[in-house]
């Protein structure tokens, strides 16, 4: 069976499966088999493929049939202007996570030179974007998993940024190293109850510490706000990810802090996605 064949009836295959985005799944998947990029596929569509390069494209189809994330099959995501590896131990990045560091941009230009905590750093794809485009920042990634700092810092090396950033484990009601111009995070915040109704490339593989946020949506996000109004420097920036249906309850709980609300941002489908606020 030839290149083009093998996509044709893979996409069949997850079509039937529901899958989203069949025939792109199934060029990745392919890709990932014969280590080749997309050009090569379009130029080579009438090669015949070998039985274990067709056996290893299979089993792939089977586990994505099933549910599992492209992304977690294929060890990378992209994300702003990089790749990232990722596994099933961090959440796998989001294009809305993409309006933090657009904002981080606009706000920060390049002479600035800043201390900058992750709250939640999962991958590192957040952090390690922004200090990939702002040299002279220094970050530090926080995370309460010691499974997906070490994917962090895995990233870290690949994006040769491992000089200009530490990791820490750590729950971040239990850090207390530094202070910071810029604070950000993206955490948890769904609602327990709401879990079980995620898509099933969500509810069933991506780990779960990464996305509960207690009854409410709110504990995970109250704990950062917390702990942020004691980390950050005086007229510092904190840049939180949400829920769409959150906004005025973290507004309250932002200003009990003494933080002023600077703005709310909304992402690409038009939902209220990060509220931006300085420390006062």
Excluded at 2 to 27: C, F, G, M, R, V
Excluded at 177 to 194: A, H, M, Q
Excluded at 244 to 271: A, M, P, R, T, W
Aim: glycine share 4%; proline share 2%.
């Amino acid at each position: 069976m030839n290149i083009q064949e093998t996509i044709n009836k893979a996409t069949i295959t997850l079509k039937n499966n529901d899958i989203k985005t069949p025939y792109l799944d199934s060029e990745l998947l392919l890709l990932k088999v014969l280590h080749k990029d997309r050009k090569y596929l379009l130029l080579n569509s009438k090669e015949t493929l070998s039985k274990e390069h067709l056996f290893q494209f299979n089993n792939l189809i089977c586990r994505r049939k099933k549910g599992e994330p492209v992304a977690y099959l294929i060890n990378y995501k992209e994300f702003w202007k990089e790749k990232f590896f990722v596994n099933k131990d961090v959440l796998i990045p989001r294009p809305d996570t993409e309006v933090l560091i657009e904002e981080v941009l606009t706000i920060y230009n390049n002479d600035k030179k800043l201390n900058i905590l992750d709250i939640g750093t999962g991958s590192g794809c957040l952090l390690l974007s922004i200090l990939k485009e702002r040299k002279k920042f220094l970050g530090i990634g926080v995370d309460i998993s010691k499974k997906a700092l070490n994917v962090a810092r895995f990233n870290a090396k690949l994006q040769h940024l491992d000089n200009r950033v530490k990791f820490y484990n750590s729950d971040i009601d239990k850090f207390f190293i530094g202070k910071y111009d810029v604070i950000l995070s993206n955490p948890p915040y769904i609602k327990n109850f709401d879990l079980k109704y995620l898509d099933k490339d969500i509810a069933a593989y991506e780990p779960k510490v990464a996305l509960e946020g207690g009854y409410d949506g709110l504990s995970k996000i109250t704990k950062v706000i917390n702990k942020a109004s004691y980390l950050i420097k005086k007229n510092g920036k904190l840049i939180l990810e949400m829920g769409c249906d959150q906004k005025n309850e973290i507004v309250k709980k932002l200003k009990n802090k003494k933080f002023y609300i600077n703005k709310i941002i909304k992402d690409y489908g038009k939902n209220d996605r990060c509220i931006i606020s300085t420390k006062i």
